[in-house]
């Protein structure tokens, strides 16, 4: 089983509309979770990290389900610019390394 | 904003030929990872150093890649020799002490033809 796994999608979809995936992950003992941005063909980086308590950062909502050892994120009033790949990253074994999922790639349309 | 920097952005070599790639950390940061990323999937850490020191390179293919950060500043992932499939993008990223959020270069994309 992989570490992280994610939907790699794509989701498309129009613009203003909502858009949501998740993230599973292994260890269930993890503490650290994140959402990286990744534009193709460039480097990830950092949307947000995600707490235990959910947090939210302007239309990015991110949830933490720890009973399912799942996380999610949610984008709202979808935007040209939210088209990219979303990776969820985990500190698996909570040793300052991280295991990056393959990515959710989101479409948003016109 | 401070950046993490990478030399050269884009590599065409031929399989067998020896290749190098250089990263400049955030001012600051002791924590270096190199990273290889292939296409359609997540980045895979091949070493990480805390200053000059490895702490990880569990994953990083000894035979053929070496990586060094002598001054515990700037960091040479070098591959010789190399094969068709470490075609990939090769990123670099540092945090600072005592925090997980890692701040990614540009990369360096390699072909091997």
């Known amino acids: 089983r992989k570490e992280v796994e994610q939907d790699p999608g794509p989701f498309n979809v129009p613009e203003g509309a909502t858009v949501a995936f998740n993230c599973t992950y292994s260890n269930s003992a993890s503490q650290s979770f994140f959402w990286y941005r990744q534009d193709c063909r460039k480097e990830p980086k950092l949307l947000m990290s995600v707490y235990s308590s959910g947090n939210e950062d302007g239309r990015f909502t991110a949830q933490l389900n720890r009973a399912s050892q799942y996380i999610s994120l949610l984008i709202r009033d979808s935007k040209l610019s939210d088209s990219a790949t979303y990776l969820c990253v985990v500190n698996v074994r909570n040793d300052y390394k991280l295991s990056f999922g393959a990515g959710t790639t989101v479409t948003v349309r016109a | 904003e401070a950046e993490v920097a990478q030399s050269p952005r884009y590599k065409i070599t031929e399989k067998s030929q020896a290749v190098a790639f250089w990263c400049d950390p955030i001012s600051g940061h002791a924590t270096l990872y190199w990273y290889r990323q292939i296409l359609g999937q997540g980045p895979e850490l091949l070493v990480q150093?805390?200053?000059?020191?490895?702490?990880?390179d569990s994953q990083l293919p000894k035979d053929r890649f070496s990586a060094e950060r002598l001054k515990g500043v700037d960091s040479t992932l070098k591959i010789q020799p190399a094969e068709l499939g470490d075609s990939a993008m090769y990123l670099c990223?540092?945090?600072?002490?005592?925090?997980?959020?890692?701040?990614f270069g540009p990369g360096t994309r390699l072909l091997v033809l």
């Open positions: 150093f805390q200053d000059e020191s490895v702490v990880d």
């Open positions: 990223a540092s945090s600072p002490p005592g925090r997980e959020t890692q701040y």
